[in-house]
T-cell receptor, first 115, second 114 residues
Framework: KAGVTQTPRYLIKTRGQQVTLSCSPISGHRSVSWYQQTPGQGLQFLFEYFSETQRNKGNFPGRFSGRQFSNSRSEMNVSTLELGDSALYLC??????????????FGPGTRLTVL | GNSVTQMEGPVTLSEEAFLTINCTYTATGYPSLFWYVQYPGEGLQLLLKATKADDKGSNKGFEATYRKETTSFHLEKGSVQVSDSAVYFCAHMNYGGSQGNLIFGKGTKLSVKP
């Protein structure tokens, strides 16, 4: 079974631009979560999608948004990029089940550099 | 608020040494606890987990026990190898909450020398 894939793997943008990152979950997984990893702040939760609906959101400004498609693939968008948005963006997918924690499987990440 | 605190690195050990990475958490309710590992240039991999008090998670020689009384989940390995060099993250998630909301510690970088 293929793992979580993220595209592109590397991206360079300039301040003020916008960017879209893509995540394809493991086949059959319906929940997709996004995290930002930086040396200063570590790993921080951005948002989580399930059945095309945002179910939970972290403490990030409105410039960060996302969506999920009917095939569970997800995109996240960052508008008006700032230098501080330079980070590794990780996507994770999981099954959905009641009363049982379902392991989150992470992709390799997209390395975004803002110049 | 919910948080995870783990010992700062980097930790440098010789091959076959004993490893302990401390982790404590603050959470409401009874969270599931995890250790993730990140090898250079890669995403996170789940190393082990424990879902209730006194559970011991284990994998690849690593172990951690869920200690509710001390709110801790320390990672241990009896004999580390060079291939264990990576960054280790302690994390928790609450049952009943969103499946997506893992809360991570800052990570501990481990370097194992031959």
């Amino acid at each position: 079974k293929a793992g979580v894939t993220q595209t592109p793997r590397y991206l360079i943008k300039t301040r003020g631009q916008q960017v879209t990152l893509s995540c394809s979950p493991i086949s059959g997984h319906r929940s997709v979560s996004w995290y930002q990893q930086t040396p200063g702040q570590g790993l921080q939760f951005l948002f989580e999608y399930f059945s095309e609906t945002q179910r939970n959101k972290g403490n990030f400004p409105g410039r960060f948004s996302g969506r999920q498609f009917s095939n569970s693939r997800s995109e996240m968008n960052v508008s008006t990029l700032e230098l501080g948005d330079s980070a590794l963006y990780l996507c994770a997918s999981s099954l959905e089940g009641d009363e049982v924690y379902n392991e989150q499987f992470f992709g390799p990440g997209t390395r975004l550099t803002v110049l | 608020g919910n948080s995870v605190t783990q010992m700062e690195g980097p930790v440098t050990l010789s091959e076959e040494a004993f490893l302990t990475i401390n982790c404590t958490y603050t959470a409401t309710g009874y969270p599931s606890l995890f250790w993730y590992v990140q090898y250079p240039g890669e995403g996170l991999q789940l190393l082990l987990k424990a879902t209730k008090a006194d559970d011991k998670g284990s994998n690849k020689g690593f172990e951690a026990t869920y200690r509710k009384e001390t709110t801790s989940f320390h990672l241990e390995k009896g004999s580390v190898q060079v291939s264990d060099s990576a960054v280790y993250f302690c994390a928790h998630m609450n049952y009943g909450g969103s499946q997506g909301n893992l809360i991570f510690g800052k990570g501990t970088k481990l370097s194992v020398k031959p």
